[in-house]
Each structure stands twice: as structure tokens, then as C-alpha cells.
């Protein structure tokens, strides 16, 4: 890692539309470490398209590699490219770096979960295929331009595609997305909009907590407002094992990897900064149809790795000789650009079940619902909300919500009951006379595997 960032000290006099006349700036990466196959760059203006060719003045070769660098080096091509704009031109607006993985940043200016172009069998017992962007081409801007507009090759053995990126910056950074794919053969499980994060331990997972540090996440949940208005929250977690759950849905109106918990008290973190991360939500253009929104979560030690995967996968098969379209907006920022009207989930905890000083004659575990917002602020003293709790098996006991002292938040809290190694699937939300209070929020409980001595 350290070698790879003294290769990769761009001369910024050397960017293209260095000089600052115009409102954006494209800085490009340097072949290694995990990226070995240079990506075709072109530039776009007046109609016609111009390579952007490597030279190696291009770079200031850190002491740790410089000896190391032949001194014909030829055009070894760019492993990808990242833009700056004239908002600050010291740090990056968005970068597009590695197979099809992208990311960009809000007004923080703090990178966080990646994007990617396609996801291609994500999570299933045969390997993941990674397509690649093989070729950008980006379009220069006009001097008065808010936006820069990217079009992309991406190729894999099982599909083909063309991409095209409007990317405007701002408080929170928008990306317009148009893509139009031919696959080659069938594909099982086809991922759209596919977002990828981490998730090592946090207030409701405290699995792989050796650190100091209470929290360690880019995002903390999935959220989701379906197609018939509903709004959903999903706490990830860092499994035991590869888990999927799918929710199906008809025409979905968005769903994101956000990063809710903004206090920067609870990470106790002076150096990542997690309490910056970005939240990405795609919004879909058009009518997606039938479909599914896949959450993957895979068990990781480390916050170097990634771990959670989310994406669209349509219901219509994917069968070579058809061509596929689909639109999206993703926004990356603090706050995605639609929020419930309902309280929100803000914080999930688990623990032991029961009262204290209680001896469990049976395996129990309580969990703690905190909600906030909404209708919430503004309830009647007389009206006490109510919690509707449902599990996919086991019995729940003693539900119970009550306001925080001290706070604007409503807690809800219940015992699950649930003998046997297979997962539970819960359901809450809080409720009122006339309906919903609260989104919905679902939790995927699975108790921990039995050790042998």
C-alpha cells in the first residue's frame, strides 16, 4: 500500500484542464497493487475523441519506488482517474478506480462505500464475476458547466454495456446514470444500482469489537422506500457466515446504504473519520417493474475489507440476445434526498434477555428499538404509541415502548424467545389511531453458532 501511494503522487500541472479556466479538473491513477489492466482514457471536444496518453512525467516518484522505475517506461496506460472541482481543487470530487467500482463524496469531501457499475452473482456459491470499465471518455466542460458528463465501455464474459455519467457537484454530489447492456449468456443474479460498504461492528453487533474504538462502519443500514410508499430500515451487521436476504418489491421508488449515526462521539475515531461517510442512495428513473432489492452481508475481521452489498435485481430473466436499459440518480451525502415522513430508526441494540437478577430458563434475547421524528415530535400526551412486533418463528414477549428521558426519542423494546440454530426474521414498527407512526424496521437475527472444545 505504502509503495502504491509513492508511485501515485500526480503532478497536478498535469491534469487535464490544468489551469483552472474550467470548472473541473481530471487527475489519473498509476498502474499497481490491485490494479494491473490499464483502462483506455479519451477526452471528448467538439465531436471528437482524443486519447489521454501516460508518461511518467506525469509523476513524482516517491524515494520507496523511484529507483524501481525503468527509465524507458512507455505508455503503460492509467489504472483509472479521479476529478477535482473548481469548488477544491485539493481534494476529490469522485473517482472511478478498479473493475467497475466508483465513489464520490458530499460537502464532508470524506470517501466512504463505492459504487460499481454491475454486480454479476454477488453472494451465490459459485464465484462473483467482476465486470470491468474498459474505456471512459470524458467530455470537457464548458467554462460555465455544472456538470461533467463521463461515458463508459464496461465488459465481462457474461455481458457488454455502455454507461453514461452526469455527474454535478455539491453539498451532496449527484450522479445521473443511463445504462444500456447486452449480455452474452443468461445470467442467475443480476445486480443494478450495486453499492458496496462496511460493516465491522457497531451498537447492535459487537461480534469483532476488539478495538477502542465503539463503532467502526461506513454504513450502519439498508433503507428502502418500496413501491407502494412504505419505508423500511435494515440494520447491517458483520455475520457469522454469507448471508442474502432479498425484498421484493414492483417499481421501487429508492433504496441506499446510508450512514445514519453521525455522532462522532459514538466511533471515538480522530483518523477514518466514520462519522463523515457518505450515505449513497440510488432513486430509479422509469418503471424498474418486478423485482428484488438483495442485501448481501459477509462476515469480516478487518475494515480494510467490505463486507455489505446491495443492489436491484429484476425479476425478468437475463437471457443473452436482449438488450436491458436502465436510469438512475445516486446521490451521495449526508442525507439522501427523501426521508420518511414517519419516525426514523436510530439506533438498534441487542443484549440478554430478560430482568435483571432473572435466571433464563430458556434461550432469550431482548432487543431495543430507539425511534425518532416524525409524528413522534408532536404526539398528543394522551396518545401512546403502540408496538406491532412479529418473528418469522419463536415467541415475543413483553413488548414495551416508552419516551427517553432527556431526549426526543421513543423506545421500543421486546424479549424474542427462539430455541434451534436457524435465523429469526423480525418485524416492528410503532403505531398510532390513525396508522404508522414509525418506518418499518427489520432485523435478521441468527443465533450464534455452538463451539466444540
Not at 426474521?425 to 424496521?441: H, I, V
Request: net charge negative.
Amino acid at each position: 500500500w505504502d509503495d502504491y501511494q509513492a508511485l501515485n503522487n500526480f503532478r497536478v500541472d498535469h491534469s487535464l484542464w490544468a489551469g483552472g479556466e474550467l470548472p473541473f479538473q481530471a487527475r489519473f491513477f498509476h498502474l499497481g497493487l490491485y490494479f494491473h489492466h490499464p483502462v483506455a482514457l479519451y477526452e471528448v471536444a467538439a465531436g471528437q475523441a482524443r486519447p489521454i496518453v501516460f508518461s511518467p512525467d506525469m509523476f513524482k516518484y516517491g524515494p520507496r519506488v523511484k529507483d524501481k522505475i525503468p527509465e524507458q517506461v512507455g505508455d503503460l496506460g492509467f489504472a483509472g482517474f479521479r476529478v477535482n472541482s473548481r469548488a477544491d481543487w485539493d481534494r476529490d470530487m469522485f473517482a472511478f478506480l478498479g473493475a467497475s467500482y466508483f465513489r464520490a463524496v458530499g460537502a464532508s469531501k470524506q470517501y466512504g462505500l463505492s459504487a460499481r457499475g454491475l454486480a454479476i452473482d454477488t453472494g451465490m456459491e459459485h464465484p462473483e464475476e467482476f465486470p470491468e470499465f474498459r474505456a471512459f471518455w470524458l467530455e470537457r466542460p464548458a467554462a460555465d458547466a455544472k456538470a461533467l458528463t463521463i461515458h463508459a465501455l464496461l465488459d465481462s464474459p457474461s455481458i457488454t454495456g455502455a454507461y453514461t455519467f452526469v455527474v454535478e457537484p455539491g453539498d451532496t454530489t449527484t450522479m445521473q446514470v443511463e445504462t444500456r447492456l447486452f449480455p452474452r449468456r443468461p445470467i442467475e443474479r443480476l445486480g443494478i444500482a450495486p453499492m458496496t460498504s462496511m460493516f465491522q461492528c457497531g451498537e447492535n453487533d459487537r461480534r469483532v469489537a476488539d478495538d477502542y474504538r465503539p463503532e467502526i462502519h461506513d454504513s450502519d443500514g439498508l433503507a428502502l422506500w418500496t413501491g407502494t410508499g412504505e419505508w423500511i430500515w435494515r440494520p447491517v451487521l458483520n455475520p457469522h457466515y454469507l448471508r442474502v436476504n432479498s425484498f421484493l418489491d414492483d417499481n421501487p421508488r429508492g433504496f441506499g446504504l446510508l450512514q445514519r449515526d453521525r455522532d462522532s462521539d459514538h466511533y471515538q475515531d480522530d483518523v477514518s473519520f466514520y462519522h463523515k461517510r457518505p450515505s449513497l442512495w440510488v432513486e430509479p428513473q422509469g418503471n424498474w417493474g418486478r423485482g428484488m432489492v438483495q442485501l448481501v452481508e459477509l462476515p469480516t475481521a478487518d475494515e480494510t475489507l467490505d463486507n455489505i452489498v446491495a443492489f436491484w435485481n429484476p425479476a425478468e430473466p437475463v437471457q443473452p440476445g436482449r438488450k436491458i436499459d436502465f436510469s438512475y440518480r445516486l446521490y451521495w451525502g449526508a442525507q439522501p434526498p427523501a426521508r420518511p415522513t414517519v419516525a426514523e430508526v436510530v439506533a438498534t441494540r441487542l443484549g440478554k434477555g430478560g430482568m435483571p437478577g432473572q435466571t433464563l430458563t430458556q434461550p432469550m434475547r431482548k432487543f431495543v428499538i430507539d425511534f425518532q421524528g416524525g409524528p413522534l415530535d408532536s404526539l398528543p400526551k394522551e396518545v401512546q404509541p403502540q408496538a406491532v412486533v412479529a418473528a418469522s418463528r419463536g415467541e415475543i414477549r413483553d413488548p414495551v415502548v416508552k419516551p427517553v428521558a432527556e431526549s426526543q426519542r421513543w423506545r421500543c423494546h421486546f424479549d424474542l424467545v427462539a430455541s434451534g440454530r436457524e435465523p429469526v426474521d423480525l418485524r416492528c414498527y410503532l403505531s398510532g389511531p390513525d396508522g404508522a407512526l414509525s418506518e418499518t424496521w427489520l432485523y435478521q437475527w441468527s443465533p450464534p453458532p455452538t463451539t466444540s472444545s
